[in-house]
């Protein structure tokens, strides 16, 4: 998780990331405006085609609601004439059959409260049956309009305007009936070509349509009648049984009986406006292409200048390579003076950088050129030595001479060795000891050729102050192991020195030496000997310890310090 957020703050840390972040937010609440505006501008379109389908639908049931109404004035007046044709059936049936000339009207008859129909347009009689609409007429005899959707004599939906007949005596005799066919119920010219009308009855049951009743069903809602059936109009919007979301219109024709149905695809209105159809998608453009707008324009004006400084300056720091001011020639003027200042900054660095790197050399010259004219006063004291030496015929004088001699040429060879490595911050301790060692040997092989030399050297470096009391103490060491060196008769004698590179920067040197069976090594804490006091010496400036002994017939002299880290001598 932690690695995560790392990697996510990476991104974000870039400039071009940050100003798109923040141009992307300043520029979203006009996404957010249009957005809202456009969505308000499609309702209001949907609103609108809704009210078009219901007035359509209104004005269309109108012309239906007249002609029921016609039918119902018909059957009352045939009500009142029906009394004065009792017994004259031939007089009854042309009244009917008169009453259809000229109309919509499909039927007109009377039938009594069995449902037997005397007296009709019809060519002949026929039973209707004592059905549960009739016997609700019976028990409550008013006028009344149903709907049929199976007529006797059409054989197809007809809506009937039903009126009660009474005696002189006021009893019922039955109902006069006048009947309009369904399909008297058209689509108007004004309509929407894509629209669809139904006849529906209170059980939502589509009772006509334009086309197949198959195809009618396809376009009816997604939902059960009692939520769409009302006595008043409405619309609304749902799913059509296709699938197509669509809105529908709802016109009572006759209340609990018949009921209009008009219905169109909800992107009536917006068809062929890929802008209305798509009202969130626009804005979400706008704000895209604003936002790369904006982009293009920083990038110009600012991240590519910001870019191009950025790699200068890395060119720089590897190569110490500048740049010219033509290459910021076309940036704002801000960003040309931040390109100023770096270059003059550049300037001055490698300027400095000259005079350092001069100042550098010439100091090195110089330490070369001391310890080189060290060295060769050392040689040359060295050479003295050895003429004197080659005069005296004390054996005294000679020994101490001998011991000087050798202590001489020891400084002479770490001082050529810092001449050799002048410059350097550091010594390599392998190199340079490898160097005395074999020195001192060299001096000790001229009087002794049986000694046999191992060396151990770990790869160490070593800043001036620790590496010149090292190198002095391991020639010391190494002339008091050859002063009292030896052997077993027939064996070799031994001389080891090993520099070893301990745990928590800990450095150890080790110089061991043979020594003859029953020899008496004195002890160096005891002794007042000269290169004892220099060993506990250099010992303490390396804040080392030392640590001295026989081990079988082994001399073993051990001295453990601390590394002191570069920056502690710079």
Request: proline share 5%; hydrophobic share 45%.
């Amino acid at each position: 998780m932690k690695q995560t957020l790392k990697s996510l703050w990476a991104g974000v840390d870039r400039l071009g990331i940050r100003l798109a972040i923040v141009l992307a937010v300043a520029l979203l609440p006009l996404m957010i405006v249009s957005i809202v505006r456009s969505q308000s501008v499609v309702n209001e379109a949907v609103a609108r085609s809704r009210a078009a389908l219901t007035g359509v639908t209104l004005n269309a049931v109108q012309d239906e609601i007249i002609s029921i109404e016609g039918a119902k004035a018909v059957a009352q007046s045939l009500s009142q004439w029906l009394p004065m044709t009792d017994g004259k059936p031939d007089e009854c049936n042309q009244l009917m059959r008169d009453t259809l000339e000229n109309t919509e009207f499909s039927f007109a008859g009377f039938y009594d409260t069995t449902g037997y129909v005397s007296c009709s347009s019809a060519l002949a009689p026929f039973n209707l049956g004592v059905t549960p609409e009739l016997q609700g007429q019976i028990a409550d005899p008013k006028p009344i309009v149903l709907v049929n959707q199976d007529a006797p004599i059409s054989g197809t939906s007809v809506i009937y305007a039903s009126h009660p007949v009474f005696d002189k005596t006021g009893d019922l005799l039955g109902f006069t009936a006048v009947s309009i066919p369904h399909q008297k119920l058209k689509k108007s010219a004004s309509v929407p070509t894509n629209a669809v009308f139904l006849t529906l009855n209170a059980l939502g049951t589509v009772l006509t349509a334009p086309d197949s009743l198959a195809e009618a069903k396809a376009v009816m809602p997604q939902l059960h009648p009692s939520e769409f059936i009302s006595e008043q109009p409405k619309s609304f919007r749902a799913l059509g049984a296709d699938g197509t979301e669509r809105l529908y219109a709802l016109a009572p024709v006759v209340n609990g009986e018949l009921y209009a149905l008009s219905t169109w695809p909800v992107d009536h209105d917006v068809s062929g406006s890929f802008y209305l159809k798509n009202p969130a998608l626009f804005p979400a453009l706008m704000w895209l292409a604003s936002l790369a707008v904006a982009w293009f324009a920083t990038s110009l004006f600012v991240t590519r200048h910001v870019v191009r400084l950025r790699r200068t300056m890395r060119e720089f720091a590897k190569t110490r390579h500048t740049t010219t001011d033509q290459e910021f020639r076309s940036a704002p003027r801000e960003l040309r003076d931040v390109a100023d200042t770096y270059m003059s900054m550049t300037d001055m660095v490698l300027r400095d950088e000259a005079k350092i790197e001069d100042a550098l050399r010439q100091k090195d010259v110089l330490l070369r050129e001391v310890h080189h004219r060290v060295k060769n006063n050392l040689q040359l004291i060295a050479s003295i030595m050895s003429m004197q030496m080659r005069q005296t015929r004390s054996k005294e004088v000679k020994q101490i001479m001998q011991s000087l001699h050798d202590r001489v040429n020891s400084l002479a060879t770490i001082h050529r060795n810092l001449y050799q490595t002048s410059g350097q911050a550091d010594i390599s301790m392998d190199e340079h000891l490898d160097a005395i060692v074999n020195q001192v040997i060299k001096m000790a092989a001229a009087r002794d050729a049986s000694i046999k030399l191992e060396t151990d050297f770990d790869e160490i470096r070593l800043v001036p102050d620790q590496a010149v009391p090292l190198s002095l103490f391991v020639t010391e060491a190494m002339t008091n192991a050859l002063k009292y060196i030896g052997a077993a008769q027939g064996k070799n004698k031994n001389l080891c020195v090993s520099l070893q590179v301990l745990e928590d920067d800990i450095a150890e040197v080790v110089i061991t030496n043979s020594i003859p069976p029953q020899a008496e090594v004195p002890d160096p804490e005891k002794s007042t000997g000269l290169g004892s006091e220099l060993m506990e010496a250099f010992a303490m400036q390396l804040s080392g310890d030392l640590d001295t002994g026989i081990e079988g017939q082994e001399f073993k002299v051990k001295l453990s310090f601390p590394i002191d880290p570069l920056d502690a001598e710079d």
